[in-house]
């Protein structure tokens, strides 16, 4: 057996061979498999073919994807040939028998149509004779329904047609109310009626038509009432002024109005005419006159009516209201360069006044269309414009330049005459109710611009008094004259009284001018005052409050500026300055004038005081401060001629000649200050005062100009010489000094005014500084009033001039290098002193 096994037995690689094809052919089987999955996947997906087509390109079978595409189309192509050729005999016998029924439906058409125009003609006349009938029996039914329309709509017409007649004749009112029965009685039953609508559509034109109308009427009355308002407000003002006690010829105007005619019917459209009126004279007419009588006032009252019954009242009262604060407006503006006239302050008053009688008149016989609100609204309004028109008017009278006198009385007249007006304007408007207290305060306002206008008209009278004043005592050379002038000035003087003529004052003649003239203006102011019913006291405060202006301001100006005038002489200043002295006295005699005119004498613990007396004391300092100047200015003129020369190596032996010129006129001044003419003995110690003080003003003076010469900062260079020669005029001055040139002036101060000279010119002539040094800072001290700095100042002016003067040859002598060194050492001990070293002998 095993012989026979052994040749059996095959290769074993080939053996090996068979499963390796067996793979392979699985391998394209599945590769197969997978394309045709590929391809039913194609052909069944109705999405995007994206996936599907990835799946091929990444097997790297694209060609053999695309044989078995191929074969697939092909396939299904001999699919689509194959289903054709079996279906063909089908489709060419259904052609066939669809074009043999379209034949048989054209002939029955024609069958049809042909029965139709046989049907037709055979019931044409059946036709025509039921529309006959038809006709027939719409004509009877409309016929019934006119008959039935028309006995509605008569009534209907008929009151249509007598609303027109209403409103042709303008008998509104009747019309209003034809129109209310038209609107909500008839014409809701003919309403399904075409004329119908058109008449409610034309309601609101006639209602409109109406309110036209009646609002035309309303304008005409506004019209009539702004034209009338200045006669209505005259005649109110007038009427008040008679009522209050006033002068009736202040609201007086001589321009004359007519009446206003009277306005038509409103119902009737006609005009009722009037007899005319009995002829009166102008005060007979005037008392007869009234707002009623001016205008007619049912307009407004009609149409009231007729916007109520409309339900537009609250429309009409807005309307009336507008209108109304634009003629507000109108009144209360004021007319051009109203502050030039008092008939266009008296214009602008009646407007006021008759604008609001109106608005009275109506407030008190209509419900509600104007009402206590809207008024006080309206004047409160009326009041700030009021106020702020005469408060412009009268700055404007204030800052009129360059006023001559007689248009300054003229601003003055016209200030009283706008009181008055104001005054009696307030009057009027509170017996209507209203509130005045403000203008009332206006007028104290106003009171400060007339006293603003009476200081400007005194401004002449002052300065005229001191243009005519001669400035010498006043002389009486009769009884009449001096009972003239005692009775104008309150002067007492039991000596004066007793002495024979002629008799002098110490004052001159305007002391009493202007005594008497601040009386006036005293008593210019008191009128102002009149009709405002203020008590004693308010009106005392007034008065003091405008004395004090006058006197501070307008007086105390015109006299600065007298004093300071050029022209006047060393003794007509001492004259005002004497004048100073008795007007200060009479300001309690002008205080005692004022409470006896006002009559507030018993309240004199309350009462301001007047301003004057320290007035007049500053008039009198001014007055002595510039004699002081004037003496001063005159010594100026010959301290301009000195000429030193700073360099000089001996003194002259003899004064200046400035200085001795200007020693002889100070002699001559203080002497002719001595004998002036003195009439009373209040004015012997007041001229002596004023003396001794002039001249020790002018020492002092003197004493600082020459000072100045010394430390004149161009002065670079100074010699002892030099001021051996100044020590000369210092020694002029100090006999002056010593002089007594006014008695009573020996009592060493006015010596004391070159006391600083004197000591300063000693150290340096007698070298005296080891004294200068010892004593320095000691109240005791010799040179006390030797000021360290001008003792450095001279010693360098003197050193400078040391060093110019020194050469070659004089720097060889031991005296002036013992000079020099002693300056130097000096100069070292005063600059140690600066730095608070103690100095060294």
């Known amino acids: 057996m095993m012989a026979e096994a052994t040749p059996r037995s095959e290769n074993p690689w080939k053996q090996l061979s068979v499963p390796v094809q067996d793979a392979g052919t699985l391998r394209q089987e599945a590769i197969e498999a997978h394309h045709d999955h590929l391809v039913i996947e194609i052909e ?76 037709h003609k055979s019931c044409d006349p059946l036709l025509n004779i039921g529309d006959k009938l038809i006709k027939s029996r719409k004509v009877q039914k409309n016929i019934t329904q006119a008959i039935e329309n028309l006995s509605l709509c008569l009534p209907v017409l008929e009151m249509y047609g007598k609303l027109q007649e209403q409103m042709s004749n303008k008998r509104y009112y009747p019309a209003l109310k034809t129109l209310e029965q038209l609107e909500h009685t008839y014409l809701p039953r003919v309403m399904t009626h075409r004329f119908s609508q058109t008449m409610a559509e034309a309601i609101p034109k006639l209602r409109q038509q109406i309110k036209e109308a009646s609002m035309s009427q309303l304008k005409d009355f506004l019209e009539s009432i702004r034209k009338h308002a200045t006669k209505i407000g005259e005649v109110a003002m007038r009427h008040a002024a008679e009522q209050n006690n006033m002068d ?96 266009a302050f008296r214009k602008y008053f009646h407007d006021v006044v008759g604008f609001f009688v109106v608005e009275d008149h109506i407030l008190h016989t209509t419900q509600g269309l104007v009402t206590r609100s809207y008024m006080d609204e309206l004047w409160e309004t009326a009041v700030e414009k009021m106020s702020a028109t005469l408060r412009s008017a009268a700055a404007r009278l204030v800052t009129r330049p360059n006023w001559t006198s007689e248009q300054s009385c003229k601003i003055a007249s016209l200030m009283l005459e706008i009181k008055k007006l104001i005054v009696l304007f307030c009057h009027t408007l509170k017996g209507y109710g209203f509130s005045v207290g403000r203008l009332l305060e206006l007028l104290l306002e ?58 002098r004052f110490p004052f001159s003649q305007f002391v009493p001018s202007i005594f008497n003239q601040v009386k006036e203006y005293i008593n210019a102011c008191l009128k102002f005052s009149a009709d405002l019913h203020l008590s004693h006291t308010e009106i005392d405060d007034m008065i003091r409050k405008s004395a004090n202006q006058l006197l501070t301001r307008t007086l105390g100006g015109c006299l600065s500026s007298l004093i300071k005038r050029p022209n006047l002489s060393l003794l007509q200043l001492i004259q005002i300055s004497i004048n100073m002295n008795y007007l200060e006295r009479a300001c309690p005699h002008l205080e005692a004038y004022i409470s006896s005119i006002t009559g507030a004498e018993k309240d004199s613990v309350h009462i301001a005081r007047l301003h004057g007396t320290s007035m007049f004391k500053d008039a009198r300092s001014d007055a002595e401060q510039h004699i002081y100047q004037q003496l001063n200015k005159k010594i100026d003129e010959f301290m301009d001629l000195a000429a030193y020369d700073w360099t000089l190596a001996e003194p002259k032996g003899h004064a200046s000649s400035y200085i001795m010129d200007l020693m002889a006129f100070l002699q001559s001044i203080f002497m002719s200050f001595t004998n002036l003419p003195v009439f009373h003995e209040d004015c012997t110690g007041y001229i002596d005062k004023v003396a001794k003080t002039a001249c020790m003003s002018a020492c002092q003076h003197i004493a600082s100009r020459l000072m100045a010469f010394l430390l004149d900062n161009d002065i670079r260079q100074l010699t002892i010489g030099a001021l051996q020669q100044f020590n000369l005029d210092i020694m002029q001055c100090e006999q002056f000094a010593e002089s007594e040139p006014v008695p009573g002036s020996n009592d060493g101060t006015l010596q004391m005014a070159f006391c600083d000279l004197r000591q300063l ?30 003792a450095v100042s001279l010693l360098e002016k003197l050193n400078n001039a040391d ?25 070292k001990q005063l600059r140690g002193l600066e730095n608070g070293t103690t100095p060294q002998g």
Request: hydrophobic share 30%; proline share 6%; charged share 30%.
């Open 248 to 343: 009736p010829t202040i609201a007086k105007k001589r321009v004359k109005k007519r009446r206003a005619p009277p306005p038509p019917n409103p119902f009737t459209g006609e005009v009722e005419h009037t007899p005319p009126p009995i002829a009166l004279t102008d005060d007979e007419e005037e008392d007869e006159l009234s707002a009623q009588d001016l205008v007619d006032f049912s307009p407004v009252y009609r149409c009231l009516h007729i916007y109520t019954v409309l339900g537009d009242r609250d429309k009409f009262e807005t309307y009336y209201r507008q209108q109304r604060w634009k003629q507000a407006r109108l009144s209360l503006q004021p007319p051009q360069n109203m502050h030039e006239s008092i008939e």
């Open 44 to 119: 069944t997906s109705e999405g995007p073919l994206g996936t599907t087509l990835r799946a091929v390109y990444d097997g790297n079978d694209v060609e053999l994807f695309q044989e078995k595409l191929n074969e697939r189309i092909q396939g299904h192509d001999r699919e689509i040939e194959r289903m054709c050729n079996y279906h063909y005999q089908g489709f060419i016998d259904s052609v066939r028998e669809l074009q043999q029924v379209g034949g048989d439906a054209t002939g029955l058409k024609k069958e049809i149509k042909h029965l139709d125009g046989e049907l």
């Open 761 to 790: 010119l000693d150290l340096f002539i007698n070298w005296d500084w080891s004294v200068y040094l010892a004593d320095f800072g000691k109240q005791q001290a010799r040179y006390l009033r030797v000021h360290r700095h001008t």
């Open 446 to 503: 106003m009171r400060d611009r007339y006293s603003e206008i009476l200081s400007e008209q005194w401004v002449e009278v002052f300065n005229e008094i001191f243009a005519e004043d001669n400035y010498t005592p006043i002389c009486c050379e009769t009884e009449e004259e001096y009972t003239v002038l005692i009775s104008q000035f309150p002067y007492v003087d039991k000596t004066l009284q007793e002495a024979a003529f002629p008799r």
């Open 803 to 827: 060093k110019k003067k020194n050469n070659l040859f004089t720097s060889l002598k031991k005296n002036e290098r013992d000079k020099k060194k002693l300056v130097d050492t000096v100069l």
